[in-house]
């Protein structure tokens, strides 16, 4: 006998729509629980939170930072957006587009624990401070540890610029944020072409 997946994924998904254990299920329209291939996952995604427009679809990363993750994804790396799976530290959005709290993060990081258990990926990437110091538990900043390759909890933990700062920093120039995200999607690459290898 072994767990049916299916069945706790529907449990999970249920459990987070109902979800009231923190403030932000009174000004939320929608969770955003995540989607992506739920067997067979190589990288998992996480963001902050959902924005106005995640909240309104209950998808995450559809609005203009969204298309823009997936336009570095796709056209910078060649990887298929629908090849990862992508969510968020919190599943409802913070009013204002706030950070979470340490509150909310923690009373919402059962739900993304057991993601990262039943994903049980290679590689989870970080966009932005939010994620990378959580799960990290570091007060470093993203500006030191994006494309970085760390060992977390025996898999592969990647940092990058959250696509929301590169909205605000549109410059290409060498060494500019979107540069160095341009070079850290290759080498996100380059890591799923080696994994995708060695089975
Ligand atoms: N920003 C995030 O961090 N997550 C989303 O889902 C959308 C925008
Ligand atoms: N601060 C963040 O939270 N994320 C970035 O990507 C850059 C600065």
Not at 27 to 40: A, L, Q, W
Not at 131 to 151: D, E, F, V, Y
């Amino acid at each position: 006998m072994s767990i049916d997946i299916n069945t706790a994924w529907d449990e999970l998904k249920q459990k987070v729509a109902g979800c009231q254990k923190c403030g932000l299920c009174r000004t939320r329209n929608n969770t955003v629980f995540g989607e992506g291939p739920e067997i067979n996952c190589r990288v998992v995604i996480v963001g902050e939170g959902p924005g106005a427009d995640e909240d309104a679809t209950g998808r995450p990363f559809v609005g203009k930072a969204g298309q823009l993750l997936t336009g570095i994804l796709e056209n910078g790396g060649g990887i298929p957006r629908r090849s990862l799976y992508i969510t968020n530290i919190v599943k409802c959005r913070p009013p204002e587009n706030r950070n979470p709290s340490r509150e909310e993060a923690s009373s919402c990081s059962e739900y993304l624990e057991a993601q990262l258990l039943l994903l049980h990926p290679d590689v989870v990437v970080t966009l932005g401070n939010v994620p990378t110091q959580w799960l990290l538990k570091t007060s470093q900043g993203i500006t030191a540890l994006r494309g970085q390759w760390i060992n977390w909890r025996g898999i592969l933990l990647f940092p990058m610029f959250h696509p929301s700062f590169l909205l605000r920093n549109d410059s290409r120039a060498k060494g500019s944020p979107k540069d160095l995200t341009w070079q850290d999607v290759k080498s996100l690459k380059a890591k799923i072409d080696e994994l995708n290898k060695g089975s």
